[in-house]
């Protein structure tokens, strides 16, 4: 027992000397970091040192020998073993500070994390490489009604700019050129990110990683004190960006605010309603009968918003097809990994893929669970009901990230 005791012991009262630091908001605060890569190693370790709570740390990569050189909670044996970055990062920071809870999602922002877990924190950081996955974690901290800090870095130079529904978007500020070609990875490939477009192109150094992560995370502590924010003692980047270009040294800050009329990122999700019964474990049969009774109606289709199911694969010349059950977003993982399939040439158009957007009564795999049909644990679900559209949670989930309840 004495061991516990002081194996959670932590030097956080030096924090108390600031004029803005409330050592019980930094205890409960609940921060999402999206990436551990770069920028994510850098992040994680100031919100451990600063003591945050409760972490959520999501990357589907593995590390590698290249990450150790910008990585402070990577290690070359890691990189021997092929270990899972999320794994690794939550626990070192757990060894750095054991007084708070991180808890790893190995996969993607978009499918594997549950609408229910952006909704309950309080921050979320992009922590990314790519241009779709930053795109997908705008939509979803927008459904959810939160601010993400998102930092970029290239060479010497780097960014961080805050996003907010009804203040400043990350999909507007894009161009259009870009917009485009996000578009077309996003309907050829939901694999969100997975494809690294950047990775590896983008030279960094340890030195700007540093300096941008630290920056979003001291914005990430001004949102956590979020009475003190809205009282104007602090002034966030939401709707600026701040910028550091080190080869001839120049920072700034300057208005970095879109936000247009027709963006679909613009999505709040409002009213949902916390199903007890109801899990990404749940049979389809079971959930839609749960969720009818929840909600008092007589037809529920669930849209399937983030990854859609397929069914399978048909080759276009002969209607031969290959079964896959699983969602779209492994399909080109799949494809990958088959040389039958990759001889038929996905890219020219020799297969189309047999899918379900909308599962309702007709769906044909009952049996299945939602976590089959592509729904992450404690995701919140768009149903289509007779009386319009509704939002759903998968609240037994909740066993999955007991500190955010
Ligand atoms: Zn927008």
Redesign the pocket.
Known sequence: MENTENRKKWGEDVFSLLSWFKMDKVKNAKVLVAGAGALGNEALKNLALFGVGNIIVVDFDKIEYSNLTRSVLFRPEDADKGLYKADIAAKRLMEINPTINVIPVCGNLATDVGLGVYRRVDVVLGCLDSLTARTYLNRLSFRAGKVWIDGGIGNLEGQVSGYEMNES????SLMEEEVADMENRIMSCPAIGQENEEAGRVPTTPVITSIIAAIQVQEAMKIIHKEDLDKGVFTTLIGTMFNYEGMHPDAGIFDFK???KD?V??EYWEDIVEIPQLSADTKISEALDIIKKTMGVENVEINLRNDIFTESLVVKSDNRKFKTMFPKSKISDHIKSSKELRDISFLEGGLYINEYENIDQEFPFMDLTLKQIGIPYLDVIQITTEKGYAYVELTADKKYYEFLF
Not at 169 to 172: A, F, G
């Open positions: 978007c990350y999909e507007c879109s936000y247009r963006c990122s613009h």
